[in-house]
């Protein structure tokens, strides 16, 4: 009669439990980045009343004879199944498509989170400004390049930083020369070069066929007054070209670029300097001619005025000249048994000894998942089965009240035996 009143004890208490899990999965159902928990039971230790015995040749085998004392919580386990992905519109909100984690340090201690909704800090530094908890990747730097081995830090977003200006040193081109084309027929494009100050000169590059069949007069010229000359080599101390009849540019051979020397006004202020044009991509062909710039390294000065994330974890900066630069990359965590990581609380994870070594790397690689910007992921609480469990808490919860209701008027008739 005791072993049933505590038995169903233990099922009051755990089924307590079990419903302060379901009921924190539910609070948490518009929380973003919550993994919800599941609880499973176990039985506990059974009184053996009578061992099994062996078949013999006369008599068949016992079966063993116990009474079991009550339940007990098996385990509350995390599940890291994928959230609703919400989309918010805003740069600084990521979310994790797949498995892997956030990485994030207080300057002590590093946690790990599903939690996208970051912001630039003052200091250009991306943080959860819940808690002031940094970001963690890797910065690249002034040359854009980025280490992904070298050592963890806080990723900066300089918002309104100067960039200096950039003259042009390297410019390609590419197009189509008409190999119809009659002598004196020309083709040209036009490229803003930058000199050393940053100022744009608008100058033309034309091709004009020559008397010479297959080959080209280049030149470059500009009304920009701040420009006293430019002088054209197209590879071979020249300024002409020569294709073959495949269409292919001979001379120059393939890889040699052309070189313009510009010698700039003094009242200018700025230097003389020499711009390659890489022009392997123009070719000459019957048809159309064409021809239009693809690249220039030059730019004028300006300042970082956003960013973006791509699906990979790396951040470029959009400059107000109009040019791009790598910023930094964002690093991802993952975990052999991430439901072996510790709830810390503000939708932050803890590792543990059982979670496994984080694998840090770049999203998108070794099976951590892409980035999203602009969207948040939502918590994976699944209400229909919250709100079951909820019925089945209640349920279990009342059917060991009703064990401990019946025990005791047994208990009661068997006082009340004698009288």
Do not use: C
């Not at 791509?310 to 109009?322: H, Q």
């Amino acid at each position: 009669m005791m072993k049933a009143l505590f038995a169903a004890i233990a099922g009051l208490q755990n089924h307590i439990t079990y419903m302060d899990v379901v009921g924190n999965n539910i609070a948490n159902v518009n929380t973003q980045g919550f993994k919800a928990s599941r609880v499973t039971f176990q039985d506990m230790l059974t009184q053996t009343i009578s061992g099994a015995s062996a078949p013999t040749e006369n008599r068949g085998g016992t079966n063993p004879q116990q009474v079991g004392l009550g339940m007990k919580i098996g385990g509350i386990d995390v599940l890291h199944t994928q959230g609703s992905l919400q989309a918010t519109g805003r740069n600084t909100d990521f979310a994790i498509q797949g498995s892997g984690f956030f990485i994030m340090r207080d300057g002590s201690r590093t946690f790990y989170t599903r939690d996208g909704a970051f912001d630039v800090a003052v200091t250009g530094e991306l943080v959860n400004p819940t808690n002031g908890y940094k970001v963690q990747g890797w910065r690249a730097d002034t040359n854009g390049v980025t280490d992904i081995d070298a050592p963890l830090g806080s990723i900066n977003i300089p918002l309104g930083q100067s960039i200096a200006a950039q003259e042009s040193t390297l410019v390609t081109i590419q197009g189509n020369l008409n190999s119809n084309a009659a002598t004196g027929d020309a083709f040209s494009t036009t490229i803003d070069v930058f000199d050393s100050l940053g100022a744009p000169h608008p100058v033309t590059i034309t091709y004009t066929a020559t008397a010479t069949p297959n080959q080209w007069t280049v030149t470059a010229t500009t009304a920009d007054t701040a420009i006293d000359n430019i002088a054209v080599d197209t590879g071979g101390g020249g300024n002409t070209v020569t294709f073959d009849a495949t269409g292919r540019r001979t001379t120059p051979a393939q890889g040699v670029p052309m070189e313009f020397d510009f010698t700039m006004d003094a009242s200018s202020g700025a230097t003389n300097f020499t711009m390659e044009v890489d022009h392997d991509a123009v070719t000459q062909f019957a048809g159309a001619g064409t021809v239009a710039p693809t690249f220039n390294n030059g730019f004028s000065a300006g300042s970082l005025v956003s960013f973006s994330v791509g699906p990979g974890g790396d951040i470029t900066g959009i400059f107000s000249n109009g040019t791009t630069r790598p910023l930094g990359q964002i690093a991802m965590a993952q975990f052999t048994n991430p439901a072996g990581l510790q709830k810390s609380g503000s939708n932050l994870f803890e590792s543990t000894s059982n979670s496994g070594v984080p694998s840090i790397g770049t999203p998108g690689t070794g099976g951590r998942g892409s980035i999203g910007a602009g969207v948040l992921e939502g918590s994976n609480t699944d209400l229909a089965r919250e709100f079951t469990n909820v019925v089945i808490a209640q349920r279990g919860f009342q059917a060991s009240s009703r064990i401990i209701s019946t025990a005791d008027q047994m208990l009661e008739g068997l006082v009340n035996l004698i009288r």
